[in-house]
Structures are given as C-alpha cells and as structure tokens.
C-alpha cells in the first residue's frame, strides 16, 4: 500500500526556535508538496519539488525553506518558529504525469508557543 | 494556473444525494478535475478524478460539461460518515503547483 509518512504527529516548538518537519513517501514519486492548513482557509501550499534538489515556491513561502537531498524525502524548515506558524502541516507527493493523484500523510499539528 | 470556487458549506441528511458543484473558468487543456475527502485530523484522500462527461466509481460520480469549466462530484445516498470537507483541485500535471481552494463542508445529519 502506497505510504507516505510524516515524522510527528504533535510537535510542541518555542518561538525562535528552528523546526524540522520531515516527509517520507514510498512509491517513487517525483513530486512532492508541503501544504499547511488553518481554520476556515483550506490547504495552502508552501513549497513544492519535481525531482532531488529542486524546489519551487507555492502560494505562502515566506518564512519556510525546504529540502530534498533524496528522491523520497522532503522536508521542510521553519528557520526561527513564529506563533504564526502554529498550524496542520500536510506532505503529499505525485508522479510527475499529466493526471497526479495526489497521497497525503497524515500531518503534523505544529504548535509554536 | 485555475481557480476553483466552490460552496463553503452544504447539509444533508442520510440517504440524500448530494451534488458538490465546483467552479474553474480558467481550467486549461490538459488540466484534470479530480476530488479529495478529509475527514479531521487526517490528510485528503482522492475519491475521484475526470477529464469530460461522467465518471462513476464505487463511492462517487463526477460530471463535467463540455465546456469544462464547472464539475459536479455527486454522493449517492449519503451516511453520516460523509461528513468531511471535499476539495476541487484542478491541474495538469507536471512541474506545477496544484492549488486547493477552500473546500465544501459537508455536514450529513440524521
């Protein structure tokens, strides 16, 4: 069965701090997403990546840098933690074809305090 | 890349059919329509995808007109474990972005 695996399901963080959140899929996938979602606004994507070592920005970068060092892993980096940042962070990833279906984990509730 | 628009909000009660209409004027010629579920505290999960017409799988039907700039994801005879929020994403693949739009919540009572 197709997977896709986040590292935490919680994650408690201090303002300032640096944050880590790690991506891992098993099915080769080229693409691969890191969406956050709040109340009310729905999925917004942060960063994107097509293949190793690319990136791409989505809707909502700013504050977050990403990387793929590896073809099934991605993650992405809160470089110092806002309170603003307290929300669900979702990963997905996709073959890079004409009709992705997108696979999601699970996500990771971030809490900044 | 195309915007979609869809209902903030729909109820039902059990056994209805429940149409979700989607809007994207600008959908583009190699763009597909595809469907997610998400249930709280979990990621979405495709239900179904579509490039014209109708497609019917074993949980949902999509209709999509010839102009293609609507669709239509319709639930037969719905329970209450329907209750989700469902997502329109647009897109044709490749090296793109796929952007979600805010999703219909989906409340189905008894």
């Known amino acids: 069965d197709v997977k896709v695996t986040q590292s935490s399901r919680y994650l408690v963080k201090r303002t300032g701090e640096k944050v880590f959140l790690e991506c891992v899929q098993d099915m080769d996938h080229e693409n691969m997403f890191w969406y956050r979602q709040d109340p009310g606004l729905g999925l917004r994507l942060i960063y994107f990546s097509y293949d190793v070592k690319m990136k791409e920005k989505g809707d909502i970068p700013e504050g977050y840098s990403v990387s793929r060092e590896k073809k099934e892993r991605f993650s992405l980096i809160l470089e110092s933690a806002s309170t603003n940042q307290t929300s669900m962070y979702l990963c997905a990833s996709s073959m890079l074809t004409t009709n992705e279906k997108l696979f999601f984990g699970s996500g990771t509730q971030l809490s900044v305090l | ?110």
């Open chain 2, 1 to 110: 890349l195309a915007k979609t628009t869809q209902p903030i909000s729909m109820d039902s009660y059990e056994g209805q059919e429940v149409n979700i209409t989607c809007s994207h004027n600008n959908i583009a010629t190699n763009d597909y329509i595809t469907w997610y579920q998400q249930f709280p505290s979990q990621g979405p999960r495709f239900i179904i995808q579509g490039y014209k017409t109708k497609v019917t799988n074993e949980v949902a039907s999509l209709f999509i007109p010839a102009d293609r700039k609507s669709s239509t994801l319709s639930l037969p005879r719905v329970s209450l474990s329907d209750t989700a929020v469902y997502y329109c994403l647009v897109g044709g693949g490749g090296r793109r972005a796929l952007t979600f739009g805010s999703g219909t919540r989906l409340q189905v009572q008894p």
